[in-house]
């Protein structure tokens, strides 16, 4: 009689667990736990109404993948779906996709010398910045290489500007297409390996004509890094230490005189942890997203500091993507984290 009892004390039991009511609390408490392994990193800091129009309230970076280095030159890819990012001390071109992870995408990425590099942080000769052209096909700036280089649709590599004036490049940075197919590239000294000598006294930025492939300086006098075009492709913005500098661009992308955008010393802001001036996007509208003080800053196109995500980590580059082009990709440190957003980059 116990044995009966007991059978049917464990079939009530049984019944409980897979009731309705009870399989909804399982899958809310499964939810939760997804929700609950989910890392944020840093905080919102909102400091002009125009922000909230940008970024919705509640909005939260997370973390998408990590172990890397030191990740670098965020691109969307939309025939992949996927985002590219260089991982600089790896020599590597890693593609993260929904569902699937991340993934080795081009490597050796930014350096093929005879030469063990890398590996190790402070050594840096992969690919940095990363775009598309209108044909699709991959633009990298090459550390190690000391040069811009193009993969063409069957693999190989085509130089679109390693020398100036017979003298090496020291090691392209970030890069951004003008619309007529003109490349603009950033030149300082960051990749270089220890046993690299400079042969330009100078850090420049550059201009790749798409007409006839000549290479045109743009500046001398900077200390470039991150580089970006407006939506009309009117100004180019580039990184001058603690400042964002704009330049007047033509139709034919040719450059004027560049005068300081935005200087960090007149921010009234709090100190805090992360950023670094280094890359920037655009998005439809003009506002600028541009890693600096405290991670990303978020200016308007006149200048005005309007928020911050302060990741409280070293922040080197970003990139609008997924379907929407509503989504944020952040390069933080080692890992790659994401914010949706209700702003569009630009396409």
Sequence with gaps: MKRIQSQIGWLFFAMILVSPGNRAAQQSSAELATASVTEVIGTIERLDPRFDQLVPEGAKMEKIAEGFIWTEGALWSKADQALLFSDIPNNVVM???????????????????????????GDEPGSNGLA???????ILC???????????????????ADRYRGKRLNSPNDLTIHPNGDVFFTDPP??????????????????ISAKDGQLHLVSRDLRPNGIALSPDAKKLYVTNGRTWMAF??????????????????????????GGGIDGMKVDSNGNIFATGPGGVCVMAPDGTLLGRFLTGDRTANLCFGGEDGRTLFVCVNHRIGRVRVTTTGLR
């Design 142 to 160: 090459q550390h190690g290489d000391r040069r811009v280089v193009r993969i063409e649709k069957d693999g190989t590599r085509t130089v679109l």
């Design 132 to 138: 598309f052209d209108a044909q699709g096909r991959l």
């Design 95 to 121: 593609k993260w996709k929904e569902g699937e992870g991340t993934s080795e995408h081009v490597k050796p990425s930014g350096y093929t010398g005879e030469r063990e590099r890398g590996g190790k942080p």
């Design 190 to 207: 960051y990749g270089l390996a220890q046993w690299d000598t400079r042969e330009l006294d100078f850090t420049g930025v550059y201009r």
């Design 248 to 273: 007047p661009v033509s139709e034919d992308g040719s450059t004027g005189e560049g005068k300081v955008f935005v200087d960090t010393r007149e921010w009234n802001v709090s100190r805090a942890v």
